[in-house]
Nanobody, 120 residues
Framework: QVQLVESGGGLVQAGGSLRLSCAAS????????MGWYRQAPGKQRELVAA???????NYADSVKGRFTISRDNAKNTVYLQMNSLKPEDTAVYYC??????????????WGQGTQVTVSS
């Protein structure tokens, strides 16, 4: 099992900033990629940003230039720096980890989610 603990969500005014953190622990063995997804009420969960173990990143068009994903491999932690927040960024943000077990089986785990609310 792999456990993901998220932190950093909250309420912020439009134009403000928040930083999300997600720490992975447990039977990690090898992490291939970590990412952040979000789900707003009545909408499907969508990818916000992802980062591979090698540092390659991918962002949703809606957050490019405003959000930055980073990773501390030694701490198995991924961060999402969110700047210039907009009301449409309001959602529950979920951390995701893709990895490989000792026996080469892949795994895919989700965090419990953290609420981000941006007021106008």
């Amino acid at each position: 099992q792999v456990q993901l603990v998220e932190s950093g969500g909250g309420l912020v005014q439009a134009g403000g900033s928040l930083r999300l953190s997600c720490a992975a622990s447990g039977s990690i063995f090898s992490i291939n990629a970590m990412g952040w997804y979000r789900q707003a009420p009545g909408k499907q969960r969508e990818l916000v940003a992802a980062i591979t173990s090698g540092g390659s990143t991918n962002y949703a068009d809606s957050v490019k230039g405003r959000f930055t994903i980073s990773r501390d491999n030694a701490k198995n932690t991924v961060y999402l720096q969110m700047n210039s927040l907009k009301p449409e960024d309001t959602a529950v943000y979920y951390c995701n980890v893709l990895g490989t077990r000792w026996n080469s089986d892949p795994y895919d785990y989700w965090g419990q989610g953290t609420q981000v609310t941006v007021s106008s």
